[in-house]
């Protein structure tokens, strides 16, 4: 069974903070993505990674930024953490797309509950 | 128009009977389509996923794609309770998935 992990369930931190959110995923997947999951506005792309230092920005990047140093490893960093980055995160992994399908099913961890107070 | 819509419901089903769960999508390039169940305040499992028009059937659980008609419908036959949940349409835009905002599913005991 695919695997995704993420470093906490729940976390709360102050405005201004730097902020860490991990994922490790433990089936050699290629691609690994970062949302935000907010009441009403469903889940929303923040960056996604097709390999090992590479990064492409989701449909709202703005405030975030993302580290892929190992393959299994994808962190989600807050630069200067504000109240409206108050969310649950969620990380998820899928091998990668081809022609035919364009993209595999992505497999997610459990989330994270940010709040920034 | 939204890439892919979905009626936010909830959406009520004796339990027992047949929920039929529907999505819409807006690029016809589109190739794969998923369905996720998201259980409240968990993350989203996958349940099926579908490449090929026609029907798709895993245990009680059917998938039916049209892309003609750009439409792909999630049935669960004899609902249970368990059934409970938001289901997640999501279809891929190049090599990334765009999710529907969800419908809200209740199995009426």
């Known amino acids: 069974d695919v695997k995704v992990t993420q470093s906490s369930r729940y976390l709360v931190k102050r405005t201004g903070e730097k902020v860490f959110l991990e994922c490790v995923q433990d089936?050699?997947?290629?691609?690994m993505f970062w949302y935000r999951q907010d009441p009403g506005l469903g889940l929303r792309l923040i960056y996604f990674?097709?390999?090992?230092?590479?990064?492409e920005k989701g449909d709202i990047p703005e405030g975030y930024s993302v580290s892929r140093e190992k393959k299994e490893r994808f962190s989600l960093i807050l630069e200067s953490a504000s109240t409206n980055q108050t969310s649950m995160y969620l990380c998820?992994?899928?091998?990668?797309?081809?022609?035919?399908?364009?993209?595999?099913?992505?497999?997610f961890g459990p989330g994270t509950r940010l709040t920034v107070t | 128009q939204k890439e892919v819509e979905q009626n936010s419901g909830p959406l009520s089903v004796p339990e027992g009977a047949i929920a039929s769960l529907n999505c819409t999508y807006s690029?016809?390039?589109?190739?794969?389509f998923f369905w996720y169940r998201q259980y409240s305040g968990k993350s989203p499992e996958l349940i099926m996923f579908?490449?090929?028009?026609g029907d798709k059937e895993d245990g009680r659980f059917t998938a039916q794609l049209n892309k003609a008609s750009q439409y792909v419908s999630l049935l669960i036959r004899d609902s249970q309770p368990s059934d409970s949940a938001t289901y997640l349409c999501?279809?891929?835009?190049?090599?990334?998935?765009?999710f529907g905002k969800g419908t809200r599913l209740h199995i009426l005991p």
């Open positions: 998820a992994s899928s091998p990668r797309g081809g022609e035919e399908v364009g993209s595999y099913e992505q497999y």
């Open positions: 089936m050699d997947h290629e691609n």
């Open positions: 990674s097709y390999d090992v230092k590479m990064k």
């Open positions: 690029d016809r390039g589109s190739q794969s």
């Open positions: 579908i490449y090929s028009n």
């Open positions: 999501a279809v891929n835009r190049d090599d990334k998935i765009i």
